[in-house]
């Protein structure tokens, strides 16, 4: 093995060679069960992010468990077409390299160059989930708009339009006047702004006075159709019934009771524009109120307005009524007002509540299956608390609008005669041949379907249906959905009730919810923030400037740019380093708890890069002290076990345990913590240290030494297929070398058995016998290191308060205690009185005792105590007046203060440990 842990190098060179032997295609299941994951597809516009990086570490970690448990296993890949943001990035390239709109091209040649980009740039993310490590069956590749998935989407429709569960129909719905489509409520970015809270008298109808309505939307009042009042407002009950002349429009609306209306918020009276509100336009049905639609698809004023008003935009309209009502005397005052203005997040236009005609999938007999599979347990989420949000809004269900005024998506098989009559089929020759129209003119619906309709058929399209095909027979239901809590509506539920409907079946057993990965602050990682991390950086690795150019670029604002530039110099002083895929996966896996966020900390990172470190450094230990020699390969020659053979043995299934019941259990920050102690703390800092003496030995019995031999390459063989699921690269590589010592099958450790614990062989005496060796090697290091003696330096120990037990195992392990422990001799005493003053250390009721005297300088090492404790006081008074000015306590962040308080608390626990230390030596 190289001296030097090199990922870059390994990582290159593992993945092309699993990829292309087939490692990642469904093996014949060794254990009668079959694996399957669906990948929630990733934008086929869209670049690795944070959020993916973790997520597909999940997946992968599950999917490589499984392929080497030997169940037959199946990771199925695939991207989504990502409608408005594909047509978005054709558009713009369109427009920046021919001066084109797509309606330059026409349909059917824009569509031409939006496949054409697909197959040259569309396809990022499956390179970076490669270079990730994620072991998809790329071979089984699928796309939403691929022919096999659009047959799937036509197929549903047809059958849900023929059952009456889709419908078109005119209903409010998120426009975006930018895009001119219709968008999902997922697409809606809600942020608070500054704006205002106008304050307008309607006069009353019968001239008997005024009542005043608040809004923060002056533009719609254009197409109010009442005013509401709560019924037991005692302001205004005398008035309901009543009606009043709106202004500017001059027509009399009825002013209605209802008890949305808070009579506290504004005045208590609420205009209500049924087309441009969707609270407004729930009162409407109630009351029954017309809906009158004033914007056109651009949200300007539409010839439904008074002339005055006719073809100005939104805001320009909202200046000039205000202006024209003060005029009229109504503008009665102009509050400042915080509201949450929903913006589009592809645009970045305010959403507009908009009246039009949609396609809707009628979701209530689609609802009812799909809580009771949650209620009943057919589905379980993970954690069990999501099942409540997935009930709150299952049980509040709206129908769902699946039609997008694109060009770019599955355009709804549906056709119009010149009548406006409509025929839904999966071609138009079926539409002809069905309902018998021979040569009758008709038109395609110019709609595309909602990107989330295709998503909602994922798990059992993307395995052939509406096929009979064998990987639908074997594969479905999946296994889990491994997904964030954001998208349980939008996404889970509708696979859910989907699934049910057309397989009568689950798509998945299980729902595994994650947290939504964000800064070491908590904070949401976003680009204006400059605390976004590509995970392809923290990979390869990134220099400074690449990384301020890489962050500030495209930024509109200078100020801006220029504030993130400062914050990312300051940062990553140096860039950022190559911390390899491994190093990342792993810090993904020790985040993986179960609560809504989880923090990324590049300090994190950094400690599981050291940690990978430490298993190339224990590795090539192994290897240099086994290879060309006998590992006990030949089972019938003699073998004698130590007892820290017994003890590593014993604890390797203990481990292997506990790691299976993590990973089912979907627990992987404690299976990532159970990994990494065994593997750093038991196996490299006292296994391979207790290997020594026994190898080194000329007196030690070649069984003795094979023993240990075979215990080094066989723990180390399980433990790389332990780590292998989460940290794949490195534990490859490594294995390849081992394999021949250790015995293992097999041309890749993907493949090779995921170790399973032999109960046989946990030894709980072994396990207490070395527990007494570590506490008092550790006893006399502690000593050491506050006495600061020097490690090199033999010690005489005295030991006191010796049961028989403490007889025996010293007997037993007087070797090892004085190679590892650096001891010149071990005495026990039967006299406590006896021993001269000494440093202790307990291990259990007996005392490990170390003389003091000609051990150290008295003199210097209460100067050096002094010195330090010095330093300590100062750092500690300074603290202490930083956290005594009240101006810092109450105007700085809450988390820098409490950062200053734990330095506090820090600083002191030193100074009294010091103090005890420079009482102990002055008594010498």
């Known amino acids: ?544 400037e690449s990384l301020v150019k890489k962050r500030t670029y495209g930024m509109m604002q200078p100020q801006k740019a220029k504030k993130i530039e400062e914050l990312t110099r300051k940062q990553f002083p140096n860039g950022i380093p190559a911390y390899g895929a491994d190093a990342l996966r792993f810090t993904f896996a020790s985040l993986a708890s179960t609560g809504r966020d989880i923090r990324f900390d590049l300090q994190r990172c950094e400690g599981y890069r050291n940690f990978c470190n430490k298993l190339w450094n224990a590795s090539r230990y192994v290897l240099m002290n086994t290879q060309g020699q006998d590992t006990g390969l030949n089972e019938s020659d003699p073998v004698e076990l130590s007892i820290a053979d017994r003890w590593i043995i014993s604890r390797l299934q203990r481990v292997e345990q506990e790691v299976a019941r993590h990973i089912q259990q979907y627990r992987f920050d404690l299976m990532a913590q159970t990994l990494y102690e065994f593997t750093w703390d038991e196996f490299c800092d006292w296994y391979l240290e207790l290997s020594k003496p026994i190898l080194n030995d000329p007196d030690a019995s070649e069984a003795a030494k094979r023993g240990t031999r075979r215990t080094l390459v066989r723990t180390l063989d399980a433990l790389l297929r332990l780590l292998h699921p989460t940290i794949p690269f490195i534990t490859e590589e490594i294995w390849q070398q081992l394999k021949p010592l250790s015995g293992s099958q097999g041309e890749t450790i993907m493949l090779a058995p995921f170790p399973e614990a032999d109960a046989s062989r946990i030894d709980a005496d072994a396990e207490a016998e070395m527990v007494w060796i570590q506490q008092f090697i550790s006893g006399v290091r502690r000593i050491r290191a506050e006495m600061n003696i020097a490690p090199s330096k033999p010690l005489p120990v005295l030991l006191t308060h010796a049961s028989e037990q403490d007889r025996a195992w010293l007997a037993e392990n007087e070797p090892f205690l004085k190679s590892l422990a650096r001891l010149a001799s071990i005495e026990v005493l039967d006299n406590e009185n006896d021993a001269p003053e000494s440093a202790v250390a307990l291990v259990g009721d007996m005392k490990v005792l170390i003389p003091m005297a000609g051990l150290i300088d008295k003199e210097a090492e209460l100067a050096r105590l002094e010195k330090e404790l010095d330093k300590l006081r100062k750092d500690a008074e300074r603290l202490k007046k930083k956290l005594g000015n009240e101006n810092f306590v109450s105007r700085a962040p809450a988390e820098v203060v409490a950062k200053e308080k734990q330095k506090l608390e820090d600083v002191q626990t030193a100074l009294n440990n010091l103090e005890e230390q420079y009482e102990k030596i002055r008594a010498l």
Not at 292 to 319: M, Q
Not at 394 to 416: E, F, K, T, V
């Open 1 to 544: 093995m190289d001296k030097h842990f090199d990922p870059k190098n390994i990582e290159a060179k593992w993945y092309p060679e699993w990829e292309s032997k087939g490692y990642f295609k469904p093996q014949p299941s060794r254990t009668g069960e079959h694996y399957c994951i669906v990948i929630p597809p990733p934008n086929v516009t869209g670049s690795l992010h944070m959020g993916h990086a973790f997520q597909d570490t999940i997946m992968d970690i599950l999917i490589r468990y499984h392929r080497m448990k030997g169940d037959e296993t199946l990771w199925q890949p695939g991207t989504d077409h990502a409608g408005i943001a594909t047509q978005m990035v054709v558009e713009r390239l369109l427009e920046r390299e021919e001066g084109k709109s797509r309606h330059d091209l026409g349909r059917e040649r824009f569509l031409e160059r939006v496949w054409q980009w697909k197959e040259e740039s569309g396809n990022t993310i499956t390179r970076q989930l490669r270079r990730m490590g994620a072991s998809l069956d790329w071979s089984r590749e699928r796309f939403t708009m691929d022919e096999g998935l659009s047959n799937a989407v036509r197929e549903v429709f047809v059958r849900l339009y023929e059952e009456g569960l889709i419908y078109r129909g005119k209903r409010l719905v998120n426009w975006d006047p930018v895009l001119h489509t219709a968008i999902s409520d997922l697409e809606v970015i809600n942020e608070e702004e500054n704006s205002h809270l106008w304050h307008f008298r309607y006069p009353l109808s019968d001239g008997s006075g005024h009542l005043v309505v608040a809004t923060t939307r002056p533009e719609t009042m254009l197409g109010d159709q009442a005013v509401a009042v709560h019924p037991e407002d005692e302001r205004y009950r005398h008035l309901i019934g009543k009606t009043v002349r709106l202004p500017l429009v001059d027509r009399d609306i009825p002013i209605i009771a209802d008890d949305y209306v808070d009579p506290e918020f504004g005045t208590g009276c609420v205009k209500i524009t049924p087309a441009h509100d969707f609270n407004d336009y729930e009162i409407a049905q109630r009351h029954n109120l017309p809906l009158l639609n004033i914007f056109t698809i651009d949200a300007a004023i539409n010839d439904n307005a008074p002339n005055a008003y006719r073809g100005l935009d939104r805001f320009e309209a909202r200046k000039r009524i205000v202006a024209d009502m003060e005029k009229l005397g109504l503008l009665e005052k102009i509050e400042d007002h915080k509201l949450m203005v929903p913006r589009g997040d592809r645009s970045g236009a305010v959403i507009e509540p908009y009246l039009t005609d949609q396609w809707y999938v009628a979701v209530e007999s689609l609802a009812k299956p799909a809580i009771e599979a949650v209620e009943k347990g057919d589905i379980e989420f993970v954690p069990k608390n999501w099942e409540n949000t997935y009930f709150e809004w299952m049980r509040n269900i709206q129908d769902w609008c699946i039609s997008r005024q694109l060009w770019w998506g599955h355009r709804i098989p549906a056709w119009y005669d010149e009548a406006g009559n409509v025929y839904v089929g999966r071609s138009e020759e079926e539409v002809r041949e069905k309902y018998n129209l021979d040569d009758t003119p008709l038109k395609q619906d110019e709609d595309v379907l909602d990107t989330w309709f295709s998503s909602a058929l994922w798990t059992f399209s993307t395995l052939g249906w509406p096929e009979d095909t064998e990987e639908l027979r074997k594969f479905h239901p999946t296994n889990v959905l491994v997904t964030g809590f954001d998208i349980i509506f939008f996404w889970v539920a509708r696979m859910i009730m989907m699934t049910l409907k057309f397989m009568d079946e689950v798509p998945f057993h299980q729902v595994y919810v994650h947290g939504l990965v964000r800064d070491a602050e908590g904070q949401k990682m976003s680009k204006s923030k400059g605390n976004v991390l590509d995970p392809l950086d923290i990979i390869d690795g990134i220099d400074l």
